[in-house]
């Protein structure tokens, strides 16, 4: 692209803030010290050779840096392609090479990408509090991944011991008119449990008190967290007789999530880097509750330390 071109394309909105020059940024959404937790953790995966989905891309950053990271195929997917012209822009500045598709709402996901196969990597980051139905759309994700791979999701939710979900009443959550539900992480947990993902690391950021996202009385925050497919029912408790009898028997859950792998094809080979605080107790229980891992294991980010961990994407950056 010429110079000229690249100071046009500075000047739209963007959600993320990236380099398109050495001496033109352009200007993303969030303050230069925000952490970016979905990049700080995705840097933890071992993406060299693996086949990788970002649902919800936006500008194309994860796609960008899923290539960096050496990733053998990505797709990068989205309700309309509203960001293509800056997708196409970053592939180019960038030398990214991804296939985007649009897939309408975020249901039905394993029907519409079933062409493109299962996956070693999948993202669900800023999506899950702008669906209706934040079951529906977990539940045509999980068909997606490989036996073994890795599963990241990052949303809004309430830091408070409770298997209750917030909904955006009035707006009293955010003034956004497409954000519905904030969960508690407890309940988080056992969504995703209960799709067969056995969450292994976690990062939490708490908003703001003065923050207009939030709960009445309740600590609101968004929480990034990376989980294994696992096999069906291991990551249930096991005196959960109702969770394993709903997997086997119930007809959304079945008709909503068929989560079937060809025993022909070997389970995704994808390695994680656990932090130390977390690798005893992952290696002895194969996963890690959440709300302790936030509220006592220090899995809490405050403010970006390195720009590298924030949503400025820069062309010097690695990760």
């Not at 830091?159 to 539900?181: I, R």
């Not at 080979?269 to 890690?288: E, M, Q, R």
Request: aromatic share 10%; charged share 20%; hydrophobic share 40%.
């Amino acid at each position: 692209m010429t110079r000229e071109q690249l100071e046009q394309a500075a000047k739209e909105w963007w959600y993320y803030t990236v380099e398109l020059a050495p001496d033109l940024v352009a200007q993303g959404t969030y303050p230069a010290d925000f952490p970016y937790m979905p990049r700080m953790l995705m840097r933890q995966a071992h993406l060299q050779g693996t086949d990788c989905l970002d649902l919800g891309s936006m500008e194309g950053v994860i796609p960008v840096l899923m290539h960096r990271k050496g990733a053998k195929r990505i797709i990068a997917a989205d309700a309309v392609p509203h960001c293509a012209d800056k997708m196409a822009t970053l592939q180019q500045v960038y030398g990214a090479n991804w296939d985007f598709r649009q897939i309408g709402l975020m249901y039905d996901l394993s029907d519409k990408l079933a062409a493109d196969g299962q996956f070693d990597f999948v993202n669900l980051s800023g999506v899950l509090y702008h669906v209706f139905s934040p079951l529906h759309t977990l539940a045509s994700a999980r068909p997606l991944m490989k036996k073994n791979g890795l599963f990241m999701l990052s949303t809004n939710v309430v830091n408070e011991q409770s298997d209750v979900m917030h909904f955006n009443t009035a707006g009293k959550l955010q003034t956004e008119p497409n954000t519905f539900w904030y969960p508690s992480i407890p309940l988080l947990e056992y969504f995703l449990r209960y799709f067969n993902f056995a969450p292994i690391d976690c990062l939490y950021s708490r908003h703001p008190s003065n923050s207009p996202l939030h709960v009445a009385g309740k600590e609101c925050g968004f929480i990034s967290i990376v989980c294994r497919a696992v096999d069906p029912g291991t990551a249930v408790p096991s005196n959960d007789s109702w969770a394993k009898r709903s997997m086997l028997g119930s007809w959304e859950y079945t008709g909503l999530s068929k989560q079937r792998h060809d025993p022909a094809q070997a389970p995704s080979t994808i390695g994680y880097d656990l932090p130390d605080a977390l690798k005893d107790i992952v290696a002895s229980k194969g996963s890690i509750d959440l709300h302790l891992a936030v509220n006592e294991l220090g899995r809490r980010v405050e403010r970006a330390k390195r720009v590298e961990d924030t949503y400025l994407l820069r062309l010097n950056d690695e990760s």
